[in-house]
């Protein structure tokens, strides 16, 4: 029984001048899945995820996200995709509210669908009472939960999340992944970087990128076992050595 | 007479409208030549509390000492003699290598030869890029470079605050190594982070959150206290097993650790059967159930909860 | 079209909640709009003037009189002789004096012309222009009132002498006050921004746990601005000599330690700005607001101090590039020594030594 993959990509290539920050990965991730994209600083991974979100045009190879063409469908990825990131997430300045009413309008919800997908957002949160809030006085931890609805207000049918764990309380970290595995079980598809190895291990996959190329892809479990480690970040640890670059 | 005594510090920080109760008492002491850990997240009190000790900040009320001297009378001596590595190292980022280093030896009064067996180790490392701007290093290699700059003047007492934070995966593991060569050569090392795993390398470790300690201790002691036994337990559809075991009401906490969720029950006794029941009855595949030890993590969890 | 719209709706809301920013931006023009409708005139009133009268007779006294009462001149003292108009010219009291020869009105009735004598501060020469019209046009209506019932029409003619800057460059003016308004923006700016900086970047912290006395971070920082701004006067006297022709009558040396002295009274006020900024920008801005522009309005070269409300005088008082800016044009212009300069440089001193006393008392030693 294939699952429907909604992301393919072949030989994905990105060159700036001489140099390869991407060079010829292959992989492909299914509906649901919860694919782990992981690689040190300077390995590729933000160039190799900027173009998949259709932010970057590739330089040679093939990919497709949702469905859409890397190339020259940027524009439809760009309205079939969520995004979220832990430099940037939401509005410090507006409240709870106002930033779920600006994403939904931004992301051409109906009036009548963003005040649905609001009040279900906010039970879900535990965030009753809160919607006047400013998003500054919210703990971290709340920060990323909501940030993390609000990326998926539309229903995407992928959302790319970029570190966006921080250092929050390990309690407020799982119930963040409580809500992406929330999600995936919904059908939404989660491609996630991430600097912590034992979030890899949430991952139904995941793939290692080093010096530009993915040098390892399978489930955690599995590459445990390949690599004799005990966990993902012996894996690591393992394969990061083996890296030249160690660029920021 | 011990490097750092901390007797109930208090910090709150006051806004227009809120008063936000940074460290709500705080009381440790460090012992001389030891690797002692601030664990805990973002939030918890850790900058502040380092900020008091480096005589940075001034807590509301309690009294610190570092060497025996007090953080607020005689913060001048401190000044002279610690290292201080703060968060996002602070480097000159137009300077070079090199330049950064001779303006901090220069500014303790010593040169980078007084001291050089010290930092040999790490210097080597980034030596050849010695000319480079601070700005274009690596996380890695400024993290070095910070590291150094800090012991150019072979301080009594070394205060890191987040040094691994943002650093790649090899870095952070390095960077434990160099801070255990340090502590065999008689420095007494404080360093916080928010990351748990760093805690089973330090000596003795202090565990923060919100503000209050949750326990100080060495890691092996915070472990043999977590009473109650831990399971760890997986299939396919690991979420809804999650909430499966959640609902049981004999459970009182499951998370989700990677490929395992890690469950303690409420009472003391041997629980696989509770566990086999649920996964049979959610008819779940692939299951795997085995007790485990806990981690500093799961030790962490269980204190929040309390 | 909606997407538009809610973009709209959240950058109002972004504005809407930094009160600080909505406060001045409502509130500038209007202080603005007030502060420099009565400040801001090129209307010349209330000129100090010497009248140096050797006849006293009806004549010259009439005229006195008319020019003493109009609101353009303010009689500052009569002087009597030659030697006291041009004393009281280098104490900077007086922008004109009217010299009246003797025989004054004797001349007059007996060959039906005379002589007035006008001598002006050219070293601004738009007032000196503009106080010479005014005193003019008052004798000419003295010399109308005379003719109407004569048959052979009286002349008095003013004889215009410009001191200082014969052919009125207006370089002359705007040299000293560009000096000032660089040194000022530097200093003050740079400074104030350098030292943010190091707060900003978080090596603030670093450098304050170390034997580094915060009394020598200050000066250190100060330094390398002092030269950079050495290296700015000494430009602009090569271009102000050799390409726009204004002169340096005065001594150089004495110039020069004036000039320096003025760069240290600005970087103490970067150095006071920087212990209440926290951020580059904020330090910027300060600067900006604070400085540049009463440097600008304030200092009397763009417009003239005394014809401002007395209040917007008084404050022009504590504006530093006002002194300098007399100094300047003293040394500069008018060829002038530190006798007559000695009391604004105290000022400077003055102030300089209050500025920094205040920024190094207030130098903060921790975060906060």
Redesign the interface.
């Known amino acids: 029984m294939a699952k429907e993959k909604v992301i393919t990509a072949h030989e994905l290539t990105k060159r700036f001048g001489d140099f390869i920050a991407v060079n010829k990965i292959t992989f492909d991730v299914e509906k649901g899945e919860i694919f782990g994209f992981l690689g ?3 390995a590729g991974k933000t160039t190799a995820m900027r173009m998949l979100c259709g932010l970057l045009l590739p330089t040679s190879g093939q990919a497709s996200v949702a469905g859409f063409d890397v190339f020259k469908q940027t524009e439809q990825i760009k309205k079939s995709i969520g995004y979220m990131s832990q430099k940037f997430s939401l ?1 410090e ?2 409240t709870v509210a ?1 930033n779920i ?2 994403y939904g ?2 992301y ?1 919800l109906s009036d009548a669908r963003i005040k649905e997908k609001s009040s279900l957002l906010i039970k879900q949160l535990h965030l009753d009472g809160q919607e006047k809030t ?1 998003v500054r ?1 919210l ?2 931890g709340w920060k990323q939960k909501l940030a993390f609805s609000i990326a998926i207000v539309h229903d995407p049918a992928i959302v790319f999340l970029d570190e966006p764990t ?7 970290r ?1 119930e963040f ?2 809500l992406i ?2 999600a ?2 919904r059908g939404i598809t989660i491609f996630v970087t991430t ?1 912590y ?6 991952c139904n996959r995941v793939s290692v990128m080093v010096d530009g190329r993915i040098d390892a892809m399978d489930s ?2 599995n590459l445990m076992k390949d690599y004799s480690a005990g966990s ?2 012996e894996v ?2 393992q394969l ?2 083996k ?1 030249v670059r ?3 | 007479m011990q490097p750092v005594v901390v007797e109930n510090i208090v910090q709150n920080y006051r806004t227009k409208k809120t008063v936000v109760e940074a460290l709500k008492g705080i009381s440790f002491t460090v012992d001389r030549g030891e690797i002692f850990g601030i664990i805990g997240p973002d939030g918890a009190g850790k900058t502040s509390l380092f900020r008091i000790l480096t005589t940075l900040l001034l807590a509301e009320s309690g009294k610190a000492t570092v060497d025996g001297f007090d953080v607020v009378t005689d913060y001048k001596q401190i000044r002279n003699r610690i290292g201080y590595m703060p968060g996002r190292f602070s480097l000159y980022q137009d300077l070079s290598v090199e330049e950064n280093l001779q303006f901090f030896a220069t500014i303790f009064n010593t040169t980078i030869h007084q001291n050089y067996d010290l930092i040999k180790d790490i210097y080597q490392q980034i030596e050849p890029f010695k000319d480079r701007k601070a700005g274009a290093l690596s996380g890695g290699m400024k993290q070095k470079l910070a590291l150094c700059c800090a012991l150019i003047h072979k301080p009594s007492v070394l205060f890191l605050d987040e040094p691994t934070t943002g650093v790649d995966a090899v870095s952070r593991k390095e960077f434990w190594e160099m801070l255990h060569r340090l502590k065999l050569q008689g420095i007494t090392i404080l360093v916080s982070t928010a990351y748990m795993d760093e805690a089973s390398l330090c000596n003795r470790v202090a565990l923060i959150q919100k503000g209050e300690l949750l326990s100080v201790d060495t890691p092996k002691n915070i472990i043999s206290q977590f009473k109650k036994p831990l399971w760890a337990i997986r299939a396919d559809e690991m979420y809804k097993l999650m909430n499966d075991i959640t609902a049981d009401t004999s459970v009182e906490s499951c998370y989700p650790f990677g490929q395992y969720h890690h469950v303690v029950f409420k009472t003391q006794e041997n629980r696989r059967q509770t566990l086999a029941e649920i996964a049979k009855k959610g008819n779940y595949t692939n299951v795997e159930i085995k007790p485990i030890e806990p981690n500093i993590e799961d030790c962490f969890m269980a204190l929040m909860n309390n | 079209m909606k997407q538009f719209l809610i973009f709209v709706k959240k950058e109002w809301l972004h504005i809407w909640r930094d009160r600080r920013t909505l406060f001045i931006l409502i509130w500038m023009p209007i202080v603005q709009i007030i502060l420099y409708g009565f400040a801001l005139t090129n209307e010349v009133k209330n000129s100090n003037i010497a009248i140096f009268d050797q006849s006293r007779d009806v004549a010259s006294l009439a005229i006195s009189d008319e020019i003493a009462a109009s609101r353009y001149f303010n009689l500052v003292k009569n002087v009597y002789s030659y030697k006291d108009v041009g004393a009281t010219f280098r104490q900077g009291k007086i922008r004109m004096a009217i010299i009246f020869p003797q025989n004054f009105r004797n001349d007059l009735l007996h060959t039906n012309s005379a002589q007035i004598q006008l001598i002006a501060d050219a070293s601004d020469p738009n007032t000196a222009n503009t106080l010479t019209n005014y005193a003019e046009s008052i004798v000419n209506d003295y010399q109308q009132s005379l003719n109407q019932n004569q048959q052979l029409p009286y002349t008095i003619k003013a004889q215009v002498r410009m001191l200082y800057n014969p052919e009125l460059k207006g370089a002359y003016g705007f040299v000293p006050g560009i000096m000032a308004l660089v040194l000022m923006l530097v200093c003050t700016m740079m400074t104030s921004i350098a030292i943010v900086r190091e707060k900003e970047m978080g090596t603030m912290e670093v450098i304050l746990v170390s034997p580094l006395k915060p009394f020598r971070i200050i000066i250190a920082k100060a330094v390398p601005y002092l030269f950079v701004s050495l290296v700015n006067i000494i430009t602009i006297l090569l271009l102000s000599v050799f390409v726009l022709g204004v002169p340096i009558v005065g001594s150089l040396w004495l110039l020069m330690a004036e000039s320096t002295l003025f760069t240290i009274t600005s970087l103490s006020l970067g150095i006071l700005i920087s212990n209440g900024a926290k951020t580059q920008q904020t330090a910027m801005f300060t600067s900006m607001m604070s400085l540049f522009l009463p440097t600008l309005l304030f200092s009397g070269f763009l417009f003239p101090i005394e014809n401002m409300p007395i209040p917007l005088q008084v404050i022009s008082n504590v504006v530093p590039s006002k002194w300098f800016y007399i100094i300047i044009k003293d040394i500069m212009i008018k060829g002038l020594g530190i006798g007559a300069v000695w009391e604004e440089t105290l000022i400077l001193v003055g102030m300089t030594a209050i500025l920094l006393g205040i920024s190094i008392y207030k130098f903060k030693i921790r975060l906060a």
Do not use: C, K, Q
Not at chain 1, 166 to 172: F, K, L, S, Y
């Open positions: 040190a600083n300077g509005y300045d507006l106002e009413r600006f309008g931004i051409g400013l006085a703990p971290l921080g250092g929050v309380d390990p309690v407020a799982r992944w409580g595995y929330e995936s079980a600097h190895m034992d979030e890899a291990e949430y955690p479990a993902m970040d690591f640890l990061a050595r890296a160690t660029g920021d």
